[in-house]
């Protein structure tokens, strides 16, 4: 069965509304495995926050900032802890047991938001659904088996979103979107050495180089406009020749703290 909600033809990204949480001063104790994740600096976070949400603004996003959680270090990665719908929002639970609990907030937070999200559903044990695991397009959703997402949560989320196809992708990736991000246009942006392209038979793919895999989690903002971290000149030279206009964010203290382009925000869709 086809969703029955419509992508805007001319604005032709999935969303106009996102979530936002600037990092709190407890980021910097945030779960990473990355080297660098000692060296992050809580004040250039902030910062790399702010230009990021005045980016979404600029394409046009309405962005709904919400307040800080000093009492979970990883809150700034809104991706995660639900998939928001203007008819229907999932609420996760964590496969990260340290970051149980974020979910809780949001909801209540999410309750004075109504009047821009639909029905409230919850993911259940035993079931583990994390956002960075959801790949949505106009059509289907991808959805990784990973650490933190398992068969449980991504069969609730099959029972919650029927009108969808969910194809299950089995990743040994943190979450799926470490690796793939739908652009538009049944368009994929891809790392092939992290997720395997025959995933997305009947998509298009622009590759992204091995040594630049981390800009493979971009965000796509329509008219042909893509979010991703500066510094990766590669994948920035692809997408303007398959026709994008990339947008680069400045992502060095968030890369520390194992998140990307999509991890920061929370979008409405409205194909859900």
Known sequence: MQPIFQVNARMDRLFDVAFVRP?????????????????????LAKKQHSDYASILKESGVKVIELSTLNDFPDSVFMQDPALVGSRTALIGRFGEARRRGEEKALLTELRNHRDKIGMIKPIRAPGTLEGGDILLTEREIFVGESRRTNKNGI???????????????????LHLLCGCTYLNGRTMLLAPDLVNSETFLGYDCVFVPKEEAYASDALYLGEERVLIPSGYPKTKMKLKQAGYSPIEAEMSEFWKGDGGVTCLCSPVYTIL
């Open 155 to 173: 069969r609730q989320l099959t029972e919650h979103l029927d009108s969808f196809k969910v194809t299950t992708v089995r990743t040994e990736l």
């Open 23 to 43: 990092p709190s001063d407890s980021y910097v104790k945030c779960v990473s495995s990355n080297p660098a994740r000692n060296r992050i600096d809580i004040g």
